[in-house]
């Protein structure tokens, strides 16, 4: 079993209305992520993924270009301790 890795991201940009949330909780359903995602009062998407390095590092990238009708400006990414979630949460 690989390590488990924690990335919180926030995506700015076009992020919201796009069915940015439901998308990242189908992929990370796809790839075994644990975490949620979230819509922000200022416009951006913020999530916590929690999984093998390789399949939080493809979340982060789609990240970076966010579903169909998504326009993404930015997206920071930060490094944290995993907190032994399961599931994953639309918030």
């Given at each position: 079993?690989?390590?488990?890795?924690?990335?919180?991201?926030?995506v700015?940009g076009?992020?919201?209305?796009v069915f940015?949330?439901?998308?990242?909780r189908r992929e990370a359903?796809?790839?075994?992520?644990?975490?949620?995602?979230?819509?922000?009062?200022?416009g951006?998407?913020?999530?916590?993924?929690?999984?093998s390095a390789?399949?939080?590092?493809?979340?982060?990238?789609?990240?970076?270009?966010?579903?169909?009708?998504?326009?993404?400006?930015?997206?920071?990414?930060?490094?944290?301790?995993?907190?032994?979630?399961?599931?994953?949460?639309?918030?």
């Amino acid at each position: 079993m690989s390590e488990v890795v924690r990335r919180r991201v926030v995506v700015h940009g076009h992020v919201q209305g796009v069915f940015f949330r439901d998308t990242t909780r189908r992929e990370a359903a796809r790839r075994g992520v644990a975490g949620w995602v979230t819509n922000r009062p200022d416009g951006a998407v913020e999530a916590v993924f929690e999984g093998s390095a390789s399949d939080v590092d493809a979340l982060v990238g789609f990240a970076h270009e966010g579903p169909r009708g998504a326009d993404v400006s930015g997206v920071e990414v930060v490094e944290e301790e995993p907190e032994g979630l399961s599931g994953f949460d639309v918030r």
